[in-house]
């Protein structure tokens, strides 16, 4: 089992409020994470994918009230939206009799079904964390490779070939299209949704253009809009917002779309080897990916990230903006001797940020020029896991 980052979080937070909501995309560990953390504390455990443990909740009032003693653990709770209001009611009895915290540990594969049902009926009464596929710190750096290859779902980091996590990613995702999907959205065939993923794929990184998606797929705007907010609900798929700021110059007001997980990246254009990758033009978009994933991973929940591109060309791949309001602006760069381009310059003219800093696959950190450091991607990763007020 691989160390969670996110397990003394958890812990804390469920001293401390009535329900916490677990959310990641299928198979990113919520489930071994939540059980590790219930191992000190009495606790059921109940999916709601199975049938005998629904059949326990049929009358969910009565079940529920004689484990009010007890950390009761809700996998997949999305599927049973009719239990908020009955959690909402248990919370407050609990309250009552003094207990307030550490009753309900909530496991969702969607965001956005689960913050919006629970926001409404518990509000005040639950707290978020999110749990994504697995990162550089809980790998460990031997690992770099393996997991920007196959991606940081246990199953597939852990299967004993390239092929057979190939494998498991491409049922990973045959399982997605055809089973979890449509229990989230309207009804979409396998084929139609495997497709535009595959063209998000191929436009990793890139500027999200969802009229020239729609164009290609054949279906109108709206659809297409649709099937990019899907994606992004089940955590599949991130949208990096631009950074606005009145710097006197006319910004891209696009996001930047990418698949979040490399592995999903590489399954979805059949890449199995590293040797296959590096010789795939997807290289360099996969790899900015994996950074950015694993920067944001690593970062305080309190750090934004954003991308910032002018019309006149200054741009910064990634900029983490913190609560004191600096800036750290950040160039990603698949090379072992990084040289950095005159539109990062540009950029960090209009944004003054206190860093400047370039990513890099190296092992050691090194001055570029114009305040400007080099430095590997795992050492970024500590430094941002271990700074709150920078």
């Known amino acids: 089992m691989f160390l969670r980052r996110l397990l003394p979080q958890l812990t804390e937070e469920l001293q401390h409020s009535p329900a916490v909501a677990l959310l990641g995309p299928r198979q990113a560990g919520k489930t071994t994470l939540a059980l590790e953390a219930a191992k000190a504390i009495p606790s ?38 009719h239990l ?48 994504g596929p697995l990162n550089l710190l809980e790998t460990g750096t031997e690992l770099t490779d393996a997991l920007w290859l196959r991606g940081g779902f246990p199953e597939s980091m852990t299967a004993p070939s390239d092929s057979r996590s190939l494998r498991w990613r491409q049922n990973f995702i045959r399982t997605y299209l055809e089973r ?30 969802v009229a020239q998606l729609a164009r290609n797929m054949g279906v109108d705007v709206k659809t297409a809009q649709s099937y990019i907010d899907l994606l992004c609900a089940l955590l599949l798929v991130r949208r990096l917002p631009p950074w606005h700021a009145n710097v006197g110059k006319r910004l891209v007001k ?10 999903l990246v590489h399954a979805l254009l059949d890449i199995e080897t590293k040797e296959s990758l590096l010789s795939h033009m997807v290289l360099g978009a996969s790899w900015e990916g994996f950074v950015i994933e694993n920067l944001l991973s690593c970062a305080p929940a309190s750090v934004q990230g954003y991308f910032y591109r002018t019309s006149g060309g200054a741009e910064v791949d990634l900029l983490l903006t913190w609560p004191s309001g600096k800036m750290w602006a950040i160039e990603i760069k698949r090379s072992l001797s990084p040289k950095i381009e005159r539109g990062f310059h540009a950029a960090c003219a209009d944004l003054s940020p206190a860093r400047k800093l370039a990513v890099y696959p190296g092992d050691e950190s090194f001055p570029l020029g114009h305040d400007i450091q080099a430095i590997p991607l795992a050492t970024l990763c500590q430094e941002l896991a271990l700074t709150s007020h920078p």
Do not use: C
């Not at 005998?52 to 996998?75: F, G, M, N, T, W």
């Not at 407050?92 to 009926?121: C, K, N, P, V």
């Not at 696009?254 to 592995?263: H, L, M, T």
């Open 44 to 81: 059921i455990y109940l999916d709601l994918e199975s049938e005998r443990d629904r059949a326990k909740l049929a009358q969910p009032e009565l079940y529920l009230a004689d484990h009010l003693d007890k950390l009761v653990i809700l996998d997949e709770v999305h599927r049973t939206p």
């Open 84 to 131: 908020f209001p009955v959690l909402r009611g248990l919370i407050d009895q609990a309250r009552r009799s003094g207990r307030r915290a550490g009753q309900y540990l909530l496991l969702g594969s969607a965001a956005l079904d689960l913050l919006q049902q629970s926001g409404e009926t518990l509000a005040g009464r639950i707290a978020y964390l999110e749990l």
């Open 180 to 209: 979890d999907v449509p229990q989230f959205g309207p009804r979409i065939a396998a084929d139609t949704l495997r497709r535009f993923w595959i063209m998000l794929a191929h436009n990793q990184s890139g500027l999200l253009n």
């Open 254 to 263: 696009s996001p930047k779309v990418y698949v979040r997980d490399s592995g």
